[in-house]
């Protein structure tokens, strides 16, 4: 795609017009065009050439009516924030440590099989709610509003061997900004695995079911090196000398994890003659709790029903585009409270995009109005039972792996030459001027 440079923009004027909830930190001057931007500029108004085919029913007063009920939406649930949520926050942290805190007990007299199964349960749980329901959510900053430094964006270090800094530069800036939005969105297959049809097809893709399983279980490795943005560096978006920064913070947060987890805990059973049990028992519940964080990832963004879009699809995108975006390219798990809270809410994945700010245990509530918003506007909302989901993402792996059938009235030099995936634009998306 050729891009096309606007006029610089009035920022006081377009304010009302960013990305809701995302970072809102100022795209970099020209002069330092190996940094990306954070976020586009959205059009205050008008729409882009191009919607996607889902939306496409839709008129540009439909778009700009719909994100005004979306940011009225939005608007309720902040003003209503309270001591209710606060307590709930409070109150799972507390159940995720002590869980915690019981199963590594209960590991250091792991010889016997009912304290190893016990121990490496709790702890495989506690891990599931550090990661889901708490850290994930508050390194997006839902808690920042309590003002409380211990539940808070800026000091929050997850249970994950990738450090919070990497992993709110690539997740919260640059996925929840150009969501599923191909060549910009890199969580889209996760620079390894083909995840749509507009990828273009190579040989090593028919390893996208290996790939796929071995990142299962090794889930937080494979996004520790990714957020390391190697690709980023690759292509000249990225210094070495932030490389060698980012990998210091990588090795430092390695050694603390691996310090609790395989060093400390396995120690401290050895007296009790079950420190080879700890170190397996930990083990284990970092592989439970892997393949748990990468089976509600691929449910919420790769089952059938979930859109990608192109770079010409986004440019000129208003505010009601940019969450049109979020929903097209969301998909939720239906299921149990409990089940929710396991995920990190995150079943509401079609909410937390739309409001990846806003506390997680209000997502069930936003989902009723939400719900009912895509159905009056005739917009998909793509939900499904879990293992339905998985196995839906999962079937699109396989499918993904193979070649694009060749379609017969094509001359066989037609075929997979679908337009390549662009490459990351160093220029933000310029709000147009009207």
Same mark, same amino acid.
């Given at each position: 795609m050729t891009a096309t440079v606007n006029r610089p923009v009035?920022?006081?004027? #377009?304010?009302? +017009? #960013? @990305?809701? *909830? @995302?970072? #809102?930190? =100022?795209a970099p001057a020209a002069s330092t065009p190996s940094l990306r931007p954070r976020k586009p500029l959205l059009a205050p108004q008008g729409g882009p050439t191009v919607r996607p085919p889902a939306a496409a029913h839709l008129s540009d007063a439909d @778009?700009? !009516?719909? *994100? /005004? $009920?979306?940011?009225?939406? !939005?608007? !309720? %649930? %902040? +003003?209503? !924030? *309270? +001591?209710?949520?606060?307590?709930? %926050?409070r109150r799972v942290i507390r159940v995720q440590r002590t869980l915690e805190l019981a199963g590594r007990a209960t590991l250091l007299f792991s010889r016997k099989r009912a304290a190893f199964v016990a121990g490496t349960a709790?702890?495989?749980v506690a891990k599931i709610l550090e990661n889901m329901e708490i850290g994930h959510n508050v390194l997006h900053g839902q808690w920042d509003w309590m003002r409380d430094p211990d539940i808070h964006s800026t000091t929050w270090e997850w249970d994950f061997v990738s450090p919070a800094k990497s992993w709110k530069h690539t997740h919260n800036d640059l996925h929840h900004t150009w969501t599923n939005v191909l060549g910009k969105d890199k969580d889209v297959g996760y620079s390894i695995l083909r995840m749509d049809e507009d990828q273009k097809w190579e040989p090593r893709h028919l390893f996208n079911p290996l790939y796929n399983a071995v990142l299962a279980p090794f889930f937080e490795w494979g996004i520790a090196i990714y957020d390391l943005d190697l690709e980023a560096w690759r292509d000249g978006d990225k210094t #070495? $000398?932030? @490389? /060698?920064?980012?990998? /210091?913070d990588t090795m430092r947060k390695v050694g603390r994890q691996f310090g609790k987890d395989y060093v400390a805990t396995p120690l401290a059973a050895v007296p009790f003659g079950s420190g080879k049990e700890a170190f397996i028992g930990t083990f284990t519940a970092n592989m439970i709790r892997n393949v748990w964080a990468h089976s509600v990832i691929f449910c919420g963004h790769f089952p059938d029903g979930v859109d990608t879009f192109t770079e010409e699809e986004i440019e000129g995108e208003t505010r009601g585009d940019w969450y049109i975006r =979020?929903?097209? *390219?969301s998909a939720n798990i239906s299921g149990s409270k409990l089940m929710h809270i396991m995920t990190g809410n995150l079943s509401h994945q079609i909410e937390h995009h739309c409001f990846p700010d806003l506390p997680s245990n209000r997502y069930a509530e936003v989902a009723v109005e939400l719900r009912e918003i895509c159905a009056r506007y005739g917009l998909p909302y793509t939900t499904g039972p879990m293992p339905k989901q998985v196995a839906s993402a999962w079937a699109k792996v396989f499918r993904l792996a193979l070649p694009p059938k060749r379609d017969r009235r094509l001359p066989k030099a037609a075929v997979n030459t679908v337009p390549p995936v662009a490459r990351r634009s160093p220029l933000p998306i310029a709000a147009r001027v009207v």
């Open positions: 009035d920022l006081a004027r #377009t304010a009302p +017009a #960013t @990305v809701p *909830g @995302v970072s #809102t930190s =100022q @778009v700009e !009516r719909l *994100g /005004k $009920e979306l940011d009225a939406l !939005r608007d !309720r %649930i %902040i +003003a209503s !924030r *309270g +001591a209710k949520d606060a307590a709930y %926050i709790m702890l495989s #070495t $000398e932030a @490389v /060698k920064s980012d990998l /210091k =979020q929903m097209l *390219g």
